[in-house]
């Protein structure tokens, strides 16, 4: 049996998401991934009315130029650092900084370790998408030479394909899809991983 679901993601001149190689500051072109990825995902739940207060400039008309614009907005939040964004924690304070900043209260951050148990792993990865959350993933050292333009790097996930095959996600990444068994990203074979950041949208009682 086959499931399979892909986000409605952003495009910006022909290109899906935000691309580091467009930032100016020559830090965040060379180090930004992180910054990168909380941006993508405030612009895409800014489409949605009630996240709308995440992004300052029109989610329905994304320009390269505000894209850049926006990434200089989240830099103080999430710049970066001598070793990168290289823990969870660090992403998550980053980003909740920005909610605050922008009066946001609407949605709750966490970290989910790549140590974890696979089965966990990759169900918290499809529960994220099938709520309509792309998924911030770092990747830090892996055995794998042929996944080297991901090492310590953070990119999203927008989808998944889920098949007796096994489980197959769709990463955003430099303004491109690229389809990676998810099980191969995750078998790092290092002692240390990085894992993902889960987002959930806060109860009103």
């Not at 930004?32 to 989610?59: E, I, N, W």
């Amino acid at each position: 049996m086959r499931n399979k679901k892909v986000l409605e993601y952003f495009t910006i001149e022909g290109t899906p998401g935000g691309n580091q190689d467009w930032l100016i500051e020559w830090d965040m072109n060379r180090g930004g991934c992180a910054a990168v990825t909380a941006c993508d995902l405030c612009m895409l739940l800014s489409r949605q009315k009630r996240f709308r207060k995440l992004y300052p400039f029109d989610p329905n008309n994304i320009s390269r130029d505000d894209f850049i614009r926006f990434s200089s907005i989240m830099k103080p939040y999430l710049y970066p650092r001598y070793h990168g964004i290289d823990f969870l924690e660090t992403y998550i304070c980053g980003l909740n900084d920005y909610l605050r900043s922008v009066h946001s209260n609407e949605l709750l951050i966490e970290g989910l370790s790549g140590n974890v148990n696979y089965e966990i792993f990759s169900q918290a990865v499809i529960n994220q998408i099938d709520n309509n959350f792309p998924v911030p993933f770092l990747l830090l050292h892996h055995h794998d030479a042929e996944l080297e333009d991901f090492f310590w790097h953070w990119f999203n996930l927008a989808g998944y394909d889920q098949s007796e095959d096994g489980l197959n996600v769709l990463t955003v990444t430099y303004g491109e899809y690229k389809w990676f068994n998810l099980h191969r990203l995750w078998d790092t074979h290092n002692n240390r991983k990085g894992g993902i950041i889960r987002i959930f949208e806060r109860t009103v009682i």
